[in-house]
């Protein structure tokens, strides 16, 4: 049996779907109901600062609903983080896409928010990240260089570079188990994060509701509900 030592995670929109959060490309996902280019693209936000905000204002609310709890899938990687760190030489990453905060309130700590964070915000100017639970207006002065208009959500848009991507490559290229969760691996560069890993030998697990685009890169799929097969995956590695 092998014996793994360095984890790579990757999580997406598929995982927070079980706590009531809108994925993106499902047929009643966001992007069905808003335009990409004017949403989340900085030309977008450019345009028409307004709606943008208000985007994201109305996604914090949702976050921030007493209903919105992380569910098994999100403990089950807090979990293996946990156990798999208390075993000498053993590495432990969790990248997610998402920008809700599911993964903190499971636990998780060694987490990298490569597309940015729905309760923070930023100052244009000085690139100042500030932490919010309360809605960001056009008229709102901001608190480092005292202007107006200043303040963005801390996320990462089309056309942006994403967060810590040399430490997300390091970790990959020294990782020995890879697994995704709960993405289509449609947008990049977290679409090659596979490819990546594969490169460095690592053994590579899918866990989605369906085969996606980067099926072909997988050892091994799980087909169902993260919150259903994730604490299972988790529970067979942490018996090893
Ligand atoms: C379940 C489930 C359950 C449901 N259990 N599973 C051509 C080629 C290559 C690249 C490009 C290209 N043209 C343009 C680009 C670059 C572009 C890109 O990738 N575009 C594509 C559309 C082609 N990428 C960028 O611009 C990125 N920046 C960049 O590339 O910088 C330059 C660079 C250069 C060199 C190196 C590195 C960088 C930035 C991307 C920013 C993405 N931003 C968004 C929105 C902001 C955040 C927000 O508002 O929330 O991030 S887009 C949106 O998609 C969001 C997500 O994080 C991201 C990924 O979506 P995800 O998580 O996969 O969700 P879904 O809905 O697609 O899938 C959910 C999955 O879950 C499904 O498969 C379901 O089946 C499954 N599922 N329930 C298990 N219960």
New binding site residues.
């Given amino acids: 049996m092998t014996h793994y030592k360095s984890i790579v995670v990757l999580t997406?929109?598929?995982?927070s779907?079980?706590s009531g959060i809108q994925?993106?490309?499902?047929s009643d996902?966001?992007w069905e109901e808003h335009r990409?280019d004017e949403?989340?693209t900085p030309e977008g936000f450019k345009k028409n600062p307004a709606l943008v905000q208000q985007f994201?204002n109305a996604?914090r609310d949702a976050l921030l609903h007493e209903r919105i709890a992380a569910n098994p899938?999100h403990m089950a990687l807090a979990q293996l983080e946990r156990e798999w760190l208390t075993r000498p030489g053993h590495q432990f990453l969790l990248i997610t896409?998402?920008?809700d905060d599911l993964h903190e309130r499971a636990g998780s700590e060694k987490l990298i928010h490569m597309?940015?964070e729905?309760l923070k915000m930023r100052c244009e100017l000085s690139q100042q990240v500030f932490t919010i639970h309360h809605d960001i207006g056009g008229d709102d002065i901001c608190a480092c260089c005292g202007e107006k208009g200043r303040l963005r959500p801390h996320?990462?848009?089309?056309?942006?570079?994403?967060l810590k991507?040399e430490q997300i490559y390091r970790a990959l290229a020294n990782c020995d188990l890879f697994l995704s969760?709960?993405?289509?691996?449609?947008?990049?560069?977290?679409?090659g994060f596979a490819q990546e890993a594969k490169q460095a030998d690592a053994y590579t697990v899918e866990?989605?509701?369906?085969p996606?685009k980067q099926n072909d890169l997988f050892d091994k799929h799980f087909y169902?509900?993260?919150?259903e097969?994730l604490p299972a995956f988790v529970d067979s590695l942490l018996s090893r």
């Fill in positions: 997406g929109a598929g995982i779907a079980e994925t993106f490309r499902a996902g966001l990409i949403v989340a994201y996604r899938a896409q998402n920008i597309h940015g729905l996320i990462v848009w089309f056309g942006e570079m994403p991507l969760v709960g993405t289509s691996g449609n947008v990049y560069p977290a679409a866990i989605n509701l369906e996606t169902g509900k993260a919150g097969t």
